[in-house]
Structure formats: structure tokens, C-alpha cells
T-cell receptor, first 115, second 111 residues
Framework: GAVVSQHPSWVICKSGTSVKIECRSL??????MFWYRQFPKQSLMLMAT?????????EQGVEKDKFLINHASLTLSTLTVTSAHPEDSSFYIC???????????FGSGTRLTVV | TQLLEQSPQFLSIQEGENLTVYCNSS?????LQWYRQEPGEGPVLLVT?????EVKKLKRLTFQFGDARKDSSLHITAAQPGDTGLYLC???????????FGGGTRLMVKP
């Protein structure tokens, strides 16, 4: 079945630094990737949708200059949290969908802690 | 904006009991998916329902899609501690390019 690998699974960074999270589709071409944010004991909130080779579409309230998304290839999308602050601490999850896969495959998530 | 209301938000039951989780919306979805998520991991797909009125069974789990494709339910029979987790419903829009998640139901099954 379709597999999505997300890396790192957890990261601790200092306030003011930037952190990059990678999301790779291992056995299919992901034409669309989605990035979610999840606070403790809450559901997933869509941050942005990215199509390969195009600029990401951000949901209302999500700062595109803070959360940089790159989807330069059909198997890799990255989310960079720039100038991270403690309030950016959260669980970030990616999801991928391909031309031949009708479902959404989720990565295992990245727990970001900004200290 | 399509919204999904999921209830209850939290459920704590004893092993062996039955339970039902509901997912309701005023919008029509082309399909609806149920996921289970464990702490520190991504959601894992349990089932996708597509046709109004559809019922799918997965061992002790029964999923139903409403006739109007606006609501869905998940029924668990004889719950076990291994069923503990966060259950999420998610509706796919008619364009087929986005999932909207419900608020989630946190289930705890005590032995």
C-alpha cells in the first residue's frame, strides 16, 4: 500500500531558529500534499495544500511567510517553520495523495517543541 | 466552509460495552472516512464510505453513511482496551481535493 515517511519524528529547537520537516511518498507519486497542525487532544487543522510544482495554498489564518512549503518533486514536500517561537510548538502531520491513489496517506507526524 | 461535528468528544467505558460515535454536517460529502490515531502518530485509515446508506463492517466496528451523505456513525461492539485512541471522521469535498476533519472522539476502554 501507499506509504508516506515523515522526518523527523520529533525535534526540539531554540526560539528564533528555523526547522524543516520532510514528507516523502515512498511508493507512489504524490501530486498533492497536505500539511496539518494538531494541538494536544484536538483534531487536525489543515494548514496548506500543495500541488507539485506550484505554490502552496494556505488556509485562512496561516502565515505563509512563517510556514514555508515546498513541493518541488512528486515524492517530496517540506514544511519549514521559520523563526520559530514557543507558540509554534505542536504536532505537524503531512498527508499525500497521488493520481492513482484515491485515498489520503498520512505521515507519522513530527512533534515540534520550541524552547 | 464545510464543517463536521463529531460527538461525543470524550468517552470512557468498560471493556465489553458497546458505543457509537457520530459525525454530522449540514454539507454533503462525496465520501467520508474514519481514522484512528494513537498518541504521537499519524491517523490510520479505518474505512471509506461513499454511497448514501452504505454500511461497512470491520470486525467489531460498523460504519454507516447517512442516506443524504451528510452524516456518519461508527459503532463498536464489545469494546476492548486495544480500541483506545482518538477516532476522527473526515469528509471529502465534491471536488475531491480536500478533507475536512471532525473534532475527534477520544475513546478510553478500561479493562
Amino acid at each position: 500500500g501507499a506509504v508516506v515517511s515523515q522526518h523527523p519524528s520529533w525535534v526540539i529547537c531554540k526560539s528564533g531558529t528555523s526547522v524543516k520537516i520532510e514528507c516523502r511518498s515512498l511508493d507512489f507519486q504524490a501530486t498533492t500534499m497536505f500539511w496539518y497542525r494538531q494541538f494536544p487532544k484536538q483534531s487536525l487543522m489543515l494548514m496548506a495544500t500543495s500541488n507539485e510544482g506550484s505554490k502552496a495554498t494556505y488556509e485562512q489564518g496561516v502565515e505563509k511567510d512563517k510556514f514555508l512549503i515546498n513541493h518541488a518533486s512528486l515524492t517530496l514536500s517540506t514544511l519549514t517553520v521559520t523563526s520559530a517561537h514557543p507558540e509554534d510548538s505542536s504536532f505537524y502531520i503531512c498527508s499525500a495523495r497521488g493520481l492513482r491513489t484515491h485515498g489520503y496517506t498520512f505521515g507519522s507526524g513530527t512533534r515540534l517543541t520550541v524552547v | 466552509t464545510q464543517l463536521l461535528e463529531q460527538s461525543p468528544q470524550f468517552l470512557s467505558i468498560q471493556e465489553g460495552e458497546n458505543l457509537t460515535v457520530y459525525c454530522n454536517s449540514s454539507s454533503v460529502f462525496s465520501s467520508l472516512q474514519w481514522y484512528r490515531q494513537e498518541p504521537g502518530e499519524g491517523p490510520v485509515l479505518l474505512v471509506t464510505v461513499v454511497t448514501g446508506g452504505e454500511v461497512k463492517k470491520l470486525k467489531r466496528l460498523t460504519f454507516q453513511f447517512g442516506d443524504a451523505r451528510k452524516d456518519s456513525s461508527l459503532h463498536i461492539t464489545a469494546a476492548q482496551p486495544g480500541d483506545t485512541g482518538l477516532y476522527l471522521c473526515a469528509g471529502q469535498n465534491n471536488a475531491g481535493n480536500m478533507l475536512t476533519f471532525g473534532g475527534g472522539t477520544r475513546l478510553m476502554v478500561k479493562p
